[in-house]
């Protein structure tokens, strides 16, 4: 897994191939609050500590003592109520820098289902390696990695017929592609057997052993997998009460007079002694290694971490890298450009959508089935004026149910992916605004495939006027309120977790339902609410709908009673206050909620992702 020289690359990538094998972290007195006010709780305590390059080092803990607090600030994912400061070889860290030097993997493979790994793979290549790299450079890059991590028989596989280990392979995987110098993985092997997690604790020393500095949390090992690290931390209420190799454990708790039974497992040990079953020695433990200020070894006693690290050589070359990566960020802060990233991710969404059966083919066939049930119950009604008002309840309700199929997928499907888009934008493989775009642009062929055959099955079923031109009006009105129905559901999927979106959605729709002006007459409603006319997309959806069909010279319609008062439609369009509508006003309104619930959807998973920090 060699970092691939290309023309673009070549100076940066010497550099860094320089200072792999030296860059560590290093961190001092860091203290971490939730919350402000009354309701705050001190999660970490001035702790310190070292963690080198090359070594595979586990950070250990009970439930609740601050080991995932830690692991979040060192890696850039929280810095809000931190303080402390953090080192990269005895110069500050400068986090944005940082971040583009290291990736982020958690507990939970937040992985898109419906992609095979070579597929996945292959995207994540051509993010993470950028334009310089050729084809053939990037498919040897790729079978290099999938060989390391044992997936050479799953290429083909999708990631929902993976295993837990597979998956957690791949997850490390996709961030090798530009070889971070710093690897954080929050809890590698919950949910594996013991035979996956060895095999992943494996991997992740191999990677170490290549010049990374890889740091994971872990929660109770056993003791052949507490082996596989070169280095421990151990935190229990928020201090570090020991710092140091994994065969100097025993020993060091052993000058307190904590004794480790005989063949039994030194992290159950040491979880019971953090936890406070051989009484309140924490104190004790975390005055031994000074917070993790110094290391234990048991051959050279206690070790000052610092001194041990942060050498002038050292300092001076993360300082050029960093005066480097500056100067390259100003130029370019992502491998791809914008347009490839959105070719890349277009692609790759366009698998995802295909392949999941309620984004297409169980909305394929609503439309359908939906479309003729409607043109049975209206059955050539559009051109008889004594079924005027039945006539009129068809073109209401299409409009509910155009908005309601396009807004609920959304809604159901968006939330899943926010994890996956905050683990690859964090780990910087794109830009939120391109993911974005390309989310927009997958989706729109569908709002606009469905919506015709919709339209077309209950138009001709329910005998409306036969005119191009008015078909051509009534459609583009369907697909304008099918995009609305669209940005809705990006909007309720941004801000909302799956069940609270499913809930709302429908419940906030019920106001622009009632002031669409097919319940109640425009004029009718009450001066102080009129205002909730003109924000109802309804309103727009159904003027326009009605303008289609009835406005523009259409000649009396059929009557098959003996008398039929609304024969005439510009009695029908006055009786619906429609008279003075403009139909190009319907669709530049819905096309000003296009815009709006968009750039509102963009606006509010940008502050979600940021929430998650």
Known sequence: MDVIETPERCALATKESQINMSLGITFHDVCYTAEKGKKAKNILHQMSGTFKSGQLTAILGPSGAGKSSLMNILSGLKTKGVDGRIEISGVERDLKMFCKQSAYIEQYDHLLPHLSVEE???????????????????????????????????????????????????????????????????????????????????????????????????????????????HLYIVAGGSCIYQGPVKSLVPYLQTFNLQCPKYHNPADFVMDVASGDYGDVLPQLVCGVDNGRLIYNESSALLCTADSLDTEENRLKYTNLEDHGTNKSKQLSYAMPFHNQVAILLERTWRTIWREKMLTKVRFATHVV????????????????????????????????????????????????????????????????????????????????????FLAIFYLMSNQPMSMDRFSMLLCITICISLVGQGIGLVAGAVFDIQSAAFLAPVCAIPFLLFGGFFINLSAIPSYLSWMTYVS?????????????????????????????????????????????????????????????????????????????
């Not at 003791?223 to 596989?228: E, I, K, N, V």
């Not at 296009?594 to 502050?607: D, K």
């Open 120 to 230: 996945y793979m292959d995207a994540a290549a051509r993010l993470k390696l950028g334009k310089g790299v050729s084809d053939d450079e990037r498919k040897s890059k790729i079978e290099s990695i999938v060989k390391t991590l044992g997936l050479s028989s799953s290429k083909k596989t999708r990631i929902s017929c993976l295993s837990g280990g597979e998956r957690k392979r791949l997850s490390i995987g996709l961030e090798l592609f530009d070889d971070p110098s710093f690897l954080f993985l929050d809890e590698p092997t919950s949910g594996l057997d013991s035979s996956s997690s060895l095999q992943c604790v494996g991997l992740l020393r191999e990677i170490a052993r290549r010049g990374r500095t890889v740091v994971t949390t872990i929660h109770q090992p056993n003791s052949h997998l507490l082996d596989h690290f070169d």
């Open 370 to 453: 939906f479309g003729i049930f409607f043109g049975l119950v209206y059955q050539s009604v559009g051109n008889d004026a004594g079924a005027v008002l039945n006539n009129i309840g068809l073109l209401y309700f299409s409009l509910v149910f155009i908005v309601f199929t396009s807004a609920m997928p959304t809604v159901v499907t968006f939330p899943l992916e926010r994890r996956v888009v905050f683990r690859e934008h964090q780990n910087h493989w794109y830009s939120l605004k391109a993911y974005y775009f390309a989310k927009l642009l997958v989706d729109i062929p569908f709002q606009i495939v469905f919506p015709t055959v």
């Open 537 to 613: 997309f309804f309103r727009y959806g159904f003027e326009g709908s009605m303008l289609s069909i009835y406005d523009y010279n259409r000649p009396p319609l059929n009557c098959s009673q003996p008398y039929c008062h609304y024969r005439l439609p510009d009695k029908l369009l006055e009786k619906y206050d429609m008279a003075d509508s403009s139909y190009y006003l319907c669709i530049v309104g819905m096309l000003v909620y296009f815009v709006v619930l968009r750039l509102a959807g963009y606006v509010f998973l940008r502050l979600k992702l940021k929430s998650m920090h």
